[in-house]
């Protein structure tokens, strides 16, 4: 699997949905500026530890060569693994190769350490970001099935009142043709009932 950059994540565009707003903007944006923060966090530190680690085994080289050094290499440390970082040097001024070794598994132990954690705070970042994504999801469809069924609820009910008008169309239809039936055979029979002139 391919971790993401933090640039991946600054340009990742979000697909909008038909049937409803779509998501917070501002939060949406903020988020991945988190995302983004967090990242390049951790980008630089990991490049940190890269340079370090070069810079001890550039050191352990010119320790191995027996060449002198003119002068010592900064390698950072964190406070409490000490130890092999004060026995680097002996009572006659001479670097100890066991001592050196010993820097560098530290130094290797702390970068493969700090690229794990790296590892796993992505992973995490890009956990929780998928379940965002996945509730939002869920929210969107849920909301869609609801309007839905609103819709279909009122088009049931329209169709209803449409039979309904119809109905009373067609009746009144009937109810004036008899009517109007009615007053013509009463015109047509005149008023002594067909017997007489008018």
Known sequence: MTLLSAD??????????KFREGYEQDEVDEFLDEVVEAMRQLEAENADLKARLEAANARITELGQGEPISAPVPVQVPAAPQAPVAALGSADGAEDPNAVSGMLELAQRLHDEHVSNGRAEGERIISEARTTGESIIREAEDQRNRTLAQLEKERSGLEHK?????????DYRTRLKSYLQNLLTTVEDGPDGGTGPL
């Open 162 to 170: 449409i039979d309904e008008l119809r109905r009373f169309e067609s």
């Open 8 to 17: 991946d994540v600054l340009n990742k565009k979000f697909q909008a949905t």
